[in-house]
């Protein structure tokens, strides 16, 4: 008995290891994460809230309280800035998810050569965005652009045409252009999607009567619909905050016609040097989008017990 | 209902011939089963059958109708999944409805469709359920359902019991036995399971390599089979195969010496064999009994269900099984002495092809 009694505590002894404090090793590996984050997002968040409440300028900066917003909130030219970036988001994104949707069905369909029309989709999302935008100054340009000339050429119009030059052709434009940035991905992302969606489903359907079109509106977009509703929210936020598409092609011009927000806050803060108010935009900025996205989880929960499995 | 006759369907996929001039007859309201081993072509017929897929050349008729190019809907067929195929976004009465609401059926019409195959299925308390929710048992009832709305004229199932564990299985082969009467509706039915084929089927199609080994009632094929790959297939355990010489023919049948057994007179005709050549003698696990009949068995594993010892040995150098009583008085690895009655045994020449057995069992139809 006591033989066994020694030989248990003498295993238990061996077996004490170095302890460190519950929970040390899951901070060690989250540390470094979590120092990145602050550095990068955190603090400069922290201290765009900071500038906000300031005049800061080249200058230095003093402490102003409120003014910033109450100015943002008094000026029209604000409330109209608002009103068209929501209006460039919802036409653009409407546009991709048609463009993407159309696209990934055309790609999906088993046609000859599908892998190669696969990767002739790419090159607007792979150029980078200043290269392809570049591309299409060109194309816009009234005297050398090849719109202008086709245009002419068909016969619609006698004279040069400067895309950009009016508010309306350059706002139209620019989301032409915001357009073909955007749809290669939410294509790849619809076209995978679609490749999940088991191939009996359709051959049921297909048995039972189904046409084509009913096919697609019964079952593809119900089964695709979490990656449909995913793909608007991203794509929204990235339209909103869609910046060196509408600068390359017309700085927000003219005469503020394709100034979004995000142009906005750029033009206050960088180009007038008023940090304090290009700060206070900003910030309107994440609560917009934050509100947003808010409003869209709460859809794609909703939209996700539908048509989701349970 | 209606009648289906296959004629001299062909397929081939860019080089590989996957059916060879399949023709069969079948009847209003059988439940005609094909079967074989993966690979035999045989989900690619029932999906010619169907329409998913065109037959290179051939003909397919129902009820005297030439439907080879029709669309699956205008053809009057309806075909469950293995996979089910259910839509997981839609309740159990939608999935059901479906091939009504393709069709634009009014809707009490449709209500009341949808209601009386959910009660033929037991499923009337699980309509409102996404497929999601439902045992597989049950998707596959709703699999069912969504095919007898249709009331077509012929009802096709692609291995639709493959995905369900064991004694689900079984439950549902007598479910579906009992859907056949009730509905009265000829039905063809895939499977590579040769039990499914033997409880369920009228009649049963056996395809190996894309050619029909033979076409008849489950007794037909487990007495009469046509060929040593049907004899094979068929029963379980699957059928020994002897090596055997013939060592003469005469009015009573053929004798053949069994290697490492006995020699017997086997009541078949002797058509086309002649003395020392090499055939195969078949005999079922279940017709091998305790006795001395000149074959000493090495017993290797012995499974003993109770009703039945399985027994697994050799005898000489071939492979062999007997179902001996539940009780034998047999161990692992000891010797056992077989018998077996001349009547029961199946002869094959050395290209597979069966000798015809003469006394002609009471074959149950």
């Not at chain 1, 040097?273 to 935009?281: L, N, S």
Request: hydrophobic share 45%; charged share 20%; net charge neutral.
């Amino acid at each position: 008995m006591t033989g066994l009694a020694e030989d248990t505590t003498a295993q238990a002894r061996r077996r004490v290891p170095v302890r460190l404090p519950e929970g040390w090793f899951a901070w060690a590996l989250i540390g470094p994460a979590m120092i990145f984050i602050g550095v990068i997002v955190a603090w400069p968040l922290v201290e765009t809230f900071r500038l906000s409440f300031t005049d800061a300028n080249l200058g230095g900066e003093s402490w102003v309280g409120w003014e910033n917003y109450a100015d943002l909130w008094g000026s029209t030219k604000f409330s109209q800035t608002i009103a068209r970036t929501f209006f460039w988001m919802a036409l653009s994104v409407s546009l991709k998810l048609v463009m993407g949707l159309i696209g990934a069905t055309l790609l999906n369909a088993t046609v000859p050569g599908r892998a190669l029309f696969r990767v002739l989709v790419m090159p607007p999302w792979v150029i980078p965005v200043a290269i392809g935008m570049i591309g299409w100054l060109w194309l816009y340009n009234g005297h050398f652009g090849m719109l202008s000339g086709m245009v002419q050429k068909i016969g619609l119009l006698d004279g040069p045409f400067e895309f950009l030059a009016y508010k309306n052709s350059a706002f139209y434009s620019a989301i032409v252009a915001d357009v073909w940035v955007g749809t290669p991905m939410v294509t790849l992302f619809f076209l995978a999607a679609m490749q999940g969606v088991p191939k009996d489903l359709y051959e049921a359907a297909y048995v039972d009567g189904a046409s084509r079109w009913y096919r697609f509106r019964r079952i593809t977009i119900p089964q695709i619909m979490p990656v449909i509703v995913s793909m608007a929210l991203l794509s929204a936020i990235w339209t909103f905050n869609s910046f060196e598409i509408i600068w390359i092609l017309t700085e927000g011009g003219p005469r503020g016609a394709t100034t979004t927000l995000i142009v906005d806050t750029y033009k206050v803060a960088i180009g007038n040097y008023k940090f304090g108010e290009g700060a206070a935009c900003a910030v309107v900025i994440v609560i917009l989008l934050a509100l947003f996205s808010l409003v869209y989880l709460f859809f794609l929960n909703k939209v996700n017990r539908r048509y989701g499995n349970k | 209902m209606a009648t289906l006759d296959l004629q001299n369907i062909q397929k081939s996929f860019g080089d590989a011939k996957v059916l060879h001039d399949i023709d069969l007859a079948i009847r209003d309201r059988e439940f005609v089963v094909f079967v074989g081993p993966s690979g035999c072509g045989k989900s690619t017929l029932l999906r010619i059958i169907a329409g998913l897929e065109e037959a290179t050349s051939g003909k397919i008729v129902i009820d005297g109708q030439d439907v080879s190019r029709d669309h699956p809907l205008d053809r009057g067929i309806s075909m469950v999944f293995q996979s089910y195929a259910l839509y997981p976004h839609l309740s159990v009465f939608e999935n059901i409805a479906f091939p009504l609401r393709v069709a634009k059926m009014p809707e009490p019409d449709l209500k009341a469709k949808v209601a009386r195959a959910a009660e033929i299925l037991q499923l009337t308390d699980k309509l409102k359920l996404k497929p999601g929710q439902l045992s597989g048992g049950q998707r596959q009832r709703v699999a069912i359902g969504r095919s007898i709305v249709r009331e077509p004229r012929v009802f096709l199932f692609d291995e639709p019991l493959s995905n369900l564990d064991a004694a689900l299985r079984g439950d549902m082969r007598v479910e579906l036995s009992q859907l056949h009467w009730q509905l009265d509706a000829t039905m063809v039915y895939v499977t590579h399971d040769q039990v499914e084929a033997m409880t369920m089927a009228d009649r049963i199609v056996v395809l190996n390599g894309g050619k029909v080994e033979q076409f008849g009632t489950p007794m037909e094929l487990y007495h009469h089979p046509a060929t040593k790959f049907v004899a094979g297939f068929i029963g379980q355990p699957n059928m020994n195969f002897l090596p055997a010489r013939v060592c003469g023919t005469d009015t009573a049948g053929v004798a053949v010496e069994v290697a490492n057994g006995p020699t017997l007179t086997l009541p078949v005709d002797p058509e086309g064999l002649t003395p020392g050549d090499a055939v195969e003698v078949g005999i079922h696990p279940e017709d091998l009994t305790l006795g001395d009949g000149g074959m000493t068995m090495k017993i290797h594993v012995l499974e003993r269900l109770g009703g039945q010892s399985i027994t697994h040995g050799h005898l000489g150098g071939t492979r062999i099984c007997a179902a001996l009583p539940g009780t034998a008085p047999i161990r692992e690895a000891e010797a056992v002495e077989l018998a077996v009655a001349p009547s029961a045994c199946h002869l094959f020449d050395a290209r597979g092809r069966v000798a015809r057995r003469r006394d002609a069992l009471a074959l149950v139809a």
